[in-house]
Each structure stands twice: as C-alpha cells, then as structure tokens.
C-alpha cells in the first residue's frame, strides 16, 4: 500500500508563491505515476501536473495548460517527496490540492485518474484578489 500526506497549503495575494509538499511511503511499485489534482466546491476534480517515472532518478512530467509555465512538479527520490512549486498565483488557482499516486506502466494508464489508487487527505490554497 501507499501512503501520501500533503502539506504546504496556504493563503497567498495573487501573484505570489507557494511550494507543496507530497510525503510518500509503502510500496514504490505503486509509485511510479504521481501527481498532483485540486478541486474547488462545485467542480470537477483537476488534473494540475503528473509525473511518470522513467529511472531510478529520472521522471517525466505534464502540466496542464492552465498551470503551464507558472508551475513546477519535481520529485526527491532520496526524500521520497514531491514537490509542486507554485509562482504567479491567480485567484482560479484556489482549491484544495490533493496527491496522488498509481503503479502504472506507461504514461496511458498514469494520466487516466481512474487509475490513482492512492490519495492525500489534501492541503487547502487560497488566492485572493
């Protein structure tokens, strides 16, 4: 099993910053695709950034459109840890954001959220106006 506990979460102006941080343990099998989801009340469930383990110490990553360019998903395999850095914060970036993990095989089954069988309990960010 896989454990994932989120943290970082925050109230930030718009513009600023912010770094989540997503703790992993339990079986590194069911690790290899991680990501990074958020939702809003009212909302569908979104896909922010996802990461594909290819080595050891290598992943592959994407972003969605909307977070293209502002963020960042990177991972500590020694810290089990990763990380979304969060910069040019606008107000639609508001939600809480959850970690999640699945053991897929290739990149098709990582990004289908059907397959994430491993969540956080979610950290709340805020971004106002």
């Known amino acids: 099993q896989v454990q994932l506990a989120e943290f970082g979460g925050g109230s930030v102006q718009a513009g600023g910053s912010l770094r989540l941080s997503c703790v992993a343990s339990?079986?590194?099998?069911?690790?290899?695709?991680m990501g990074w989801f958020r939702q809003t009340p009212g909302q569908e469930r979104e896909r922010v950034a996802i990461?594909?383990?290819?080595?050891?110490?290598?992943?592959?990553?994407r972003l969605s459109d909307s977070v293209e360019g502002r963020f960042v998903l990177s991972q500590n395999v020694v810290e089990n840890t990763m990380y979304l850095q969060m910069d040019s914060l606008k107000p639609e970036d508001t939600g809480v954001y959850y970690c999640?993990?699945?053991?897929?095989?290739?990149?098709?089954?990582?990004?289908?959220?059907?397959?994430?069988?491993?969540w956080g309990h979610g950290t709340q960010v805020t971004v106002s106006s």
């Open positions: 990461s594909y383990r290819t080595g050891i110490y290598q992943w592959d990553v």
């Open positions: 999640a993990a699945n053991g897929a095989s290739s990149w098709r089954d990582c990004i289908a959220e059907v397959n994430f069988s491993a």
């Open positions: 339990g079986d590194t099998n069911g690790r290899n695709c």
